[in-house]
């Protein structure tokens, strides 16, 4: 058996691994939303930046047959390639087409390099610490996504500066992950799972990970848009956005602990009412002087980003283990679907009512999550926690170590894949997990001279 200060070096790893990506990210989608007015029209710009969502919605929806093939370790570092060789690409070829094209293949690449983050560290964490787990991982994200923020005042937007940043950091997580000894997960059945399926399973996580996407999307794309229409200074704005996320920064750790004793749905419930309540309350004190909206906006950003990693962990104590790498790929569909909608709809709420409107839809949508979570949790049980299925096993040495051909079959009439010994059942009705009496115990193999 592996010691926990072997699983605690192997997760912190692909957690720090993780964090650095989500630093380029942050700093790069800003870069790029402040470069793309220098090069094109308003037009051009608004394609070139939506194309990095049409780009990571597609990748959420295929990178699971990625993984599953050739493994996290190898999906981690393909999927990073392909950001660096995109994002390299950019400065080269300064047009509109170019543009988007690798501004596409940057999105794909980072939704495979969350699902494999995600879907790993799910796999490593017992059932019961994986609120802590994740929230620990979701700490990463808001402090290199502040730290990102701040590079902009840093960095010449004319020059290659930028681009040469975001190149060093995805190349530097490829060697953090491609190098490490650490034991992958690996699943033994091929891990497709229809959005359907997965609804019906865990609606609660699935409904709340597409709100939280349209919620997150329409604060962050709008509100400065808002703000900076409202004649704000860029430093305003930037003390406002800086605290939502360090708000969610704040809520993340404690919340996940206390989703671990509770029910998630419970959990889900107090953070929709809580989101709405900071959205009526911004929206009675915008835009008055900062001392008194940011304590609001703090509040609203932990609210706000603690749906996604609490509905996350509900959903894999809803579904099998062995299918934890489709479960975690299915989820960052509906959030960026959701992330896809957010702006969409905002946008004319906000030209027909104000600021008004985008706080109306985002207090609606916490709202509906709270009451759909408030109802499951009376209408079913609290799921168990359930032991991991997953063979524990060390790196292997070539890709065909993953591939599932010998553990699934595949409709010759080019339907889904499916377990030939008749796959994994739920009840329909109530959505509810397996019985663990079930279940085969989890496996593990042998741990690795050496681990990372």
Known sequence: MQSKTSIRAQVGTLIFATS????????????????VALEFDAAVAGLVLSSYFAG?????????????????IRGYAAFAGMVVAATALMPILVEPVPWLVSRTVIGFGCAGLFVTAESWLNAKAASSQRGRVFSIYMVGLFVALAFGQLLIGRVDLDAETGF????????????LVSTTRAEQPQSAVIAYLPLGKLSRAAPVAVAGVTLSGLIAAAFYALIPIWMQD???SGGTIGVFMLT???GGLAFQVPVGSLSDRIDRRTMLVILGIGLAVASFGLLLLLPRSLRVVLPL???????????????????HERMPADQVVAVSGRLILANGLG??????????????????????????????????AARRRRITESPPHLDRTFTILTPQPTPQAHDPAGATTHDPAGGTPHDPAGGTAHDPADGAALDP????????????????
């Open 339 to 372: 992330s896809v909608i957010g702006p969409l709809v905002g946008m004319p709420l906000m030209e027909r009512f104000g600021i008004d409107g985008v706080f109306y839809l985002m207090a609606a949508a916490a709202l509906l999550l709270a009451g759909f």
């Open 20 to 35: 650095a990506i989500q630093l380029g990210i942050g700093f790069f989608n800003t870069f790029i939303a402040l470069r």
């Open 56 to 72: 990571f919605t597609a990748g959420a929806y295929f990178c699971t047959r990625i993984i599953v093939r050739y493994g996290h």
């Open 230 to 232: 409202q004649a704000m």
């Open 164 to 175: 040469s940043i975001v190149v060093a950091l995805f190349a530097a997580a490829l060697v």
């Open 244 to 246: 939502a996320v360090l």
């Open 297 to 315: 906006a703090a509040l609203f950003g932990g609210f706000m980003s603690s749906l996604y990693p609490i509905c996350i962990a509900h959903a």
């Open 437 to 452: 009496a079930a279940r085969d115990p989890a496996e593990v193999a042998e741990p690795p001279r050496e681990q990372a």
